[in-house]
């Protein structure tokens, strides 16, 4: 079974309103930290941010957050959770995470939330990484999106393997499983086509600052 090191989670700045939300991000730290695994996550302390980096970061387990200069004072409140790298903008931040994750997965969120996993989900087409990107659908949050997608194979636009990317699940422990289980039989190619030859790696990290 493929284990990862590392997991980037995407996931809001904010709480929803509904605690289901609130407990499947610490449902999904707790899996990460059971699992021995370490974060990466966009810096912030609050939402739903602060949840999953405070519980893998209680449960003894490495975390990174990665945050624009100008997100550290919306995103921070008074304290950080575990190392934060601080970069010049969005761009850097969504490259700094994925050269040093070896998944991804995204918990409900906004506009930013989805931005990121698309761009993951961009770059694994493109073949710049084949990595597993996960969407955690907690209570069918993500059923239209998932909708958009299905629409777009069948007027043409997606292509069906190129849908197999997106790996879907109501659970954090469903989830990892899957993702898991992807890696393991597509094995170090992609199951799309590959038309970019770079690779996101994984680098030795520089050093991190604590705020």
Known sequence: MVKFKRVCVFCGSNL????????????????LVKRKMELVYGGGSVGLMGLVSQTVYDGGRNVLGVIPTALVPVEISGHAIGDVMVVADMHERKAEMARRADAFIALPGGYGT??????????????????????????GYYDCLLGIFDKGVEEGFIKHSARNIVIAAKTAAELIEKMENFQLMQGHAPLHAQVAPSRSGNDEDPGTANL
Request: no cysteine.
């Open 16 to 31: 929803g309103y509904r605690k289901i939300f609130s407990d499947a991000a610490l449902d999904l730290g707790q899996q």
């Open 114 to 139: 989805m931005e990121e996993l698309l761009e993951m989900i961009t770059w694994s087409q493109l073949g710049i990484h084949n990595k597993p990107v996960g969407l955690l659908n907690v209570d």
